[in-house]
């Protein structure tokens, strides 16, 4: 077993060097360095360890309370005292007001600890975020200080049994009753509905308040206590037996009439939940590049140690010195670090607020392509490991169980391939991404091909037909300007010669799923 | 859930239109379909529902003694009952002399129906055949019998702990006892190592006999039951705990001066061993064609069901009339539909009997290419249920988990890659491939591809180097191969509209790990 150590180097250089951050103002570098290297202390020594037994236990459902595997109280109380739930709500709310970047950081590295863990733990920024943004200010002065000490744990609750992709369909409702309303309805796939690590959880809560399909949905905040000090009226009813992420409960949540506030305007609670899911879409990309760089890790710790075959000189060999291994290493490799890149750019241009345009262009493209690089990481990583990766053991069959669910969960990854070609393709999102490979100077060849990809999407009579074709083209651009971007700035990672073979790799278009 | 439905229709139209079984004189269609309904009955009504509790329970080591899950021995009963062990063992020893055309058609229908019985069962046509070619009038007289019957299953012991992909480093020792032999030393990773199902075992064991690399290794036929009616030395110390196949019992074992008979000439048990060898690599292709079947069947199944979204005029779609869940479904079925029609091909080339060359150049393509196909398939089959697919309960994340073990066991992948590159670019079975490649009339584009890459693999100063682009470029000179005979018979399968849609997808040349 290779004990989980963050790939903090790597990070850093993502951000720092590939993705630019000191473009933005507040950016600095040495700081960042520093919080990177306690959060990757405390997740090597007390989030990674409570993985496999996390995997191996299960969570249990208890006289209607979710109980979570042995060791993650302890680690999560201990997570709070260290102050990182509050990481990126503001100071006046008792956290530390630190940006996208500082939470990618410590985000992926959770991820790559601990999956499980990470899922229960990790909707609290994009609450904080759509609290800041929607809420009251009575709303943010009584939520905002209990998620940034970690009192409370937030939930996202919006898929039903009979709308998952397709929210238009939801069917949970919400009345009035005074000041508060009434919600009342089922929800499923809820990620940490319950659990018993923390001592409060606030349901962000998708409900229909009118019968006008998207438009008829407002967002509600449901915390599990009520104003009167008594438990609010949300109960979970089964809990999923799932592939993988066992240490995440997956909730099915009744709602009999629960006390909640409307969060935003009524009828506009899309718009406000985009908000947190924006946030959980950098996050699963996030995922999908922690399961990359934790595959690459074991496989590439085995790959060393492990004799197998002799050299054409007939001398014993390293698995790790035959082409065909190195080769598959060097493309989780390159997983991880493309993956990384893309996702750090569409950060920093979130950070530098003026780019709106290009994020929504891509944000798809990282769900997508990190979610499938993290599922052939793991893939790939069980490959080098032989029968050995097969077995519980050596864990990475693990990262492959977990890793599934990233290309499904927050928008199925061909959800978010139909957006690119029917809601962007023809707009300034397209515009934006554009504008990009001009000013990264990709080579003409690639540009041209995603701008002849682009006009036969914009202008197909159902745009919906060329979606699986357009994303293959706009990762294969933006694949190109990772490449670039790498190539320009080599010298600065600690270990260059490892960029450079994955720089010197066959390019590999991506096929997807 | 799912009930599984053995693909007989396709199998059929397979063997006999793509791969063209008529080509061999003992072929008879009516023959194969009778035979075909009755397994797939009892696949279906048998073999199949025990699948799921074999994956929950596992395999137990109790006192020494491998326990298989519930369900397993009454099915095993059954089965021998109606004669399937003997299938392709001749008529003097009390099998129905069948070939491997229609061992193909039960095969693939087992592993469809649980791959963990099949790994059990499997190997008993393969110690059959290297009985056969390798033993002697009393070995053959002694065991075959009871491997008909089903009294005794065969078991394959190779792997060691430091001996994997490269058994030159095999260091199991076999000394003259007599007219006997006395094995010692640990195997691992052998499948079916012990059961409960079946009255014996007869282990076939590859030993050194001298220390002279491969040359120094022996066939040893070790049964559990020594001459003089007592239990052999040969004792289970361990079984794995694994990602998927959890009723198949993958054992670590110790033979401790177990008692043994060479079988073929001393030194050369590497030729012996590659009998069964040969014969389980077909299955496993096998393997893998059966999981893309299944997962066709899981997701399309569910697809003309589920309620998702809205088409373009804005009523109510189901899941697959989405472009991309289509397509999606589409991709999964030409994964089925070109590896079973690969893997026919290969196997109508070794009835035909003077192919050998072919067959030699076609193994490791089928091997590599079916397997990679069926975990594909799952993977893709999970993305159609999105969130129940990542659930045990719907059954596909079965099918994923299992699938995985194919692209490793019967020599990893890479493995077979490098052998293509290494021992047949340059030789006789690539010289035979491309006069198939010429006879069948591929587009001279893909066929001068194909022939680049050869040469530059047959030049290369190191070929391993080429292995991964020259089993790229082999596969896909395969796939123009199938394509053209599909396209030629489309009209002789049931569903001919089925078989247009999948030679109207884009073409997608094979990535590969």
Redesign the interface.
């Known amino acids: 077993m290779t004990p989980f150590v963050a790939p903090l180097d790597d990070i850093l250089f993502s951000l720092h060097h590939v993705a630019r951050a000191p473009l933005i103002a507040a950016w600095d570098h040495d700081f960042a360095a520093e919080i990177g290297k306690h959060f990757a202390a405390f997740a090597e020594g007390e989030i990674a360890p409570i993985d496999e037994i996390g995997d191996q236990e299960g969570c249990r459902l208890e006289n209607g309370r979710v109980r979570l595997p042995s060791g993650c109280k302890e680690m999560y109380t201990a997570y709070c005292d260290q102050g990182w739930p509050g990481l990126t709500a503001p100071g006046e709310f008792g956290g530390q007001a630190q940006d996208a970047l500082i939470l990618a950081m410590t985000s992926e590295i959770f991820s790559g600890a601990n999956h499980s863990m990470q899922m229960v733990t990790g909707l609290v920024p994009g609450a904080i975020r759509t609290l800041l943004n929607f809420g009251t200010d009575a709303q943010k002065d009584r939520f905002l200080p209990s998620l940034a000490s970690g009192e409370t744990i937030a939930t996202m609750c919006l898929?039903e049994p009979?709308a998952?992709?397709?929210l238009?369909r939801i069917t949970c409702r919400a009345v009035p009753d005074g000041a508060q309303w009434q919600i009342s309805g089922e929800k499923?796939?809820i990620s940490g509905g319950d659990q018993d690590i923390s001592d409060e959880i606030l349901h962000l809560v998708l409900a229909r308040t009118s019968d006008n399909g998207v438009k008829g949905l407002s967002l509600f905040l449901c915390p599990s206590t009520k104003t009167d000090g008594t438990r609010n009226a949300v109960k979970v009813t089964r809990i999923?037996?799932?592939?993988?992420l066992h240490a995440s409960p997956t909730c099915q949540m009744l709602f009999d009439g629960a006390e909640a506030e409307l969060i935003g305007e009524e009828g506009r609670g899309l718009a406000a939940m985009f908000t947190m899911m924006n946030h959980a879409r950098g996050d699963v990309a996030l995922q999908g590049v922690a399961h990359a760089a934790r595959a690459y890790q074991i496989a590439a710790t085995y790959a060393v140690d492990r004799?197998?075959?002799?050299l054409?000189d007939g001398s014993s060999a390293r698995l790790g010195q035959?082409?065909?291994?190195r080769?598959?290493l060097d493309v989780i490799d390159r997983y991880a670090l493309f993956g990384r890149a893309m996702t750090h750019m569409a950060f920093v241009a979130m950070e530098l607020g003026d780019q709106g345009a290009l994020v929504e262009f891509l944000t798809p493209l990282i769900k997508v392509f990190c979610t499938e690089a993290g599922?052939r990481s793991a893939?790939?990583g069980?490959?080098v490991l032989?029968?050995y990766?097969?077995?519980?053991?050596y864990r990475i069959?693990q990262t492959?169980?977990d890793a599934?669910?990233t290309?499904?969960?927050e928008g199925?990854?061909?959800i978010h391939?139909?957006m690119l070609a029917t809601r962007m393709a023809q707009g300034p999102s397209a515009d934006a991404f554009e504008q990009m490979l001009l000013e990264e100077g990709i080579e003409a060849d690639a540009l041209v091909k995603w701008q002849s990809m682009r006009a036969q999407t914009a202008n197909h009579a159902?745009p919906?037909?060329m979606?699986?074709?357009f994303m293959q083209a706009s990762i294969d651009a933006m694949q190109a300007v990772v490449h670039k971007r790498l190539s320009d700035c080599v010298e600065a990672h600690p270990d260059p010669d490892r960029i450079r073979r994955v720089l010197a790799l066959?390019p590999?278009p991506w096929?997807g799923?």
Request: glycine letters at 12%.
């Open positions: 898929t009979s998952g992709s397709d238009s499923i796939f999923e037996e799932k592939m993988g004799v197998q075959g002799r054409s035959h082409a065909d291994v080769r598959i599922m893939e790939l069980i490959q032989g029968g990766g097969f077995l519980r053991e069959e492959y169980r599934r669910i290309a499904i969960y199925a990854n061909g391939k139909r159902d919906a037909e979606a699986h074709r066959d590999e096929r799923m």
